[in-house]
């Protein structure tokens, strides 16, 4: 059967839209733009490919599809700026195979202005196509949250904006079949930013939170039972909870295309979230203190080195910066983590501990970075000489907690 979705770029922003069209039964291809971390399952991939689901080399297949999403991740690079490699390499890998009346739809993380003002251009110089003439162009914030088995793409309402009046509504037609409800932006600049404002109240109440705990710390206040207590208020407060440090696929980029413009707040909270991971170190060593040892040759075992709870991804996990200044102090580092069989860090493999109950029982301390459902954490808490508990996850008195 011939398809009629293509999915360019099968990493974290690809693979779940993939997956749910095959799921309402739209023929699909995925097509890869270069190394991507899966965020399924292979059980969920195995499942997709039994649906029909089919992985393709050949860029000649982008041209006999009816919609296109390109998904190609756009990460920050080291200058801060979003890299757009992938997704400028996923327009043209499209633009030459291009057809009339095919509408595309870009659901990659790209700061507002790029849709319009990188992305057409490329795909109307290498077809000699007209966007919003000849073919549909779109922009669709992806709501991806990996892992949540309570929200899916059939129950999140999407949001698109188009080119023009028709892009929007050529989109909206395609999402209405994987979704119970479609909004409409006004344009394609209004749906680019909702991703940025989404990304950047989750980023800036994560920070909030973050200097809350190192607050309550010095206070000597329990903020576990502060958040506690305040989510009951039932208006103008949404809970979040502090933790190591901030991972993802999706940060927020502070810098607005065109504008020179950047937003104040997701600045201040990528400072203050970029310095989780250095707190984390510092308790650490105050626990071992605390308790007659040192840093130095001390057994540090991290528990969870995923970016999430129950998921193998990586990306902007703080367990690699917390490993490399744990180490720095001259502490010997193991870590487990059921997703991950294998770690590096500098190049080097971090020992991975096979039994996580002897493991804890011999480490000089134990450090919870994440909080995967097969942890028991009150049979940890017992095995564990020290146990720190950045997550909030143990029961109350169990551990130290962040």
């Known amino acids: 059967m011939p398809a009629d979705l293509a999915v360019i770029g099968l990493g974290p922003y690809g693979l779940p839209p993939a997956q749910a ?38 860029p000649a297949e982008l041209g006999r599809v009816r919609t296109v999403l390109i998904c190609a991740p756009a990460v920050r690079g080291a200058d801060g700026d979003p890299d757009l ?16 009346h095919t509408t595309v739809i870009v659901e990659s993380p790209v700061v507002p202005g790029t849709t319009e ?18 073919f549909h162009l779109a922009h669709s914030p992806s709501r991806v949250d990996p892992g949540n088995r309570d929200f ?12 023009t009046s028709a892009c929007t509504e050529s989109a909206a037609a395609f999402y209405g079949r994987l979704t119970d409800k479609v909004v409409r932006a006004r344009g394609l600049r209004e749906a680019e930013t909702v991703q940025l404002l989404e990304s950047t109240f989750r980023h800036v109440n994560i920070a909030l939170v973050n200097e809350m705990a190192v607050l309550c710390h010095d206070l000597g206040v329990d903020l576990w039972d502060v958040i506690r207590c305040a989510e009951t208020k039932p208006f103008g407060f949404q809970a979040f909870r502090p933790g ?28 203050v979230n970029s310095g989780m991971p250095g707190y984390v ?43 490399v200044r ?52 009150q049979g940890l808490s017992v095995k564990a000489q020290l146990l720190l508990d950045t997550r909030g996850a143990t029961p109350t008195g169990a551990a130290h907690r962040l």
């Open 326 to 377: 744990l180490m720095e102090l001259g502490a010997s580092v193991s870590y487990h983590d059921p997703h991950v069989p294998s770690w590096s860090v500098l190049d080097r493999p971090v020992p991975r501990a096979d039994s996580l109950y002897e493991a804890a029982a011999d480490a000089d301390l134990t450090i919870l970075l994440q909080q995967h459902r097969t942890y028991d954490l």
């Open 152 to 163: 899916t793409p059939a129950n999140t309402p999407k949001v698109i904006g188009g080119l």
């Open 244 to 271: 190591p440090g901030v991972g993802g696929h999706a940060a927020p980029q502070g810098l607005t295309t065109g504008t020179g413009r950047t937003l104040r707040m997701a600045e201040l909270a990528e400072q």
């Open 85 to 100: 490699s992938q997704v400028e390499a996923a327009a043209r890998t499209l633009a030459p195979r291009l057809r009339p």
């Open 117 to 134: 003002g990188f992305l057409l251009p490329l795909l109307e110089q290498g077809s000699g196509l007209r966007a919003g003439r000849d």
């Open 21 to 58: 069209a095959v799921a309402a039964g739209i023929p699909t291809i995925g097509y890869r733009t270069g190394p991507e971390a899966s965020s399924l399952s292979p059980a969920e991939l195995r499942r997709m490919l039994a649906q029909g689901f089919r992985v393709t080399a050949n």
């Open 281 to 323: 170190v510092q308790r650490a060593a105050a626990l071992l203190n605390e308790h007659g040892k040192s840093a130095r040759g001390a057994r540090v075992l991290l528990l969870g080195v995923t970016y999430k709870a129950d998921l193998a991804d990586q990306q902007g996990s703080p367990a690699r910066e917390i490993a």
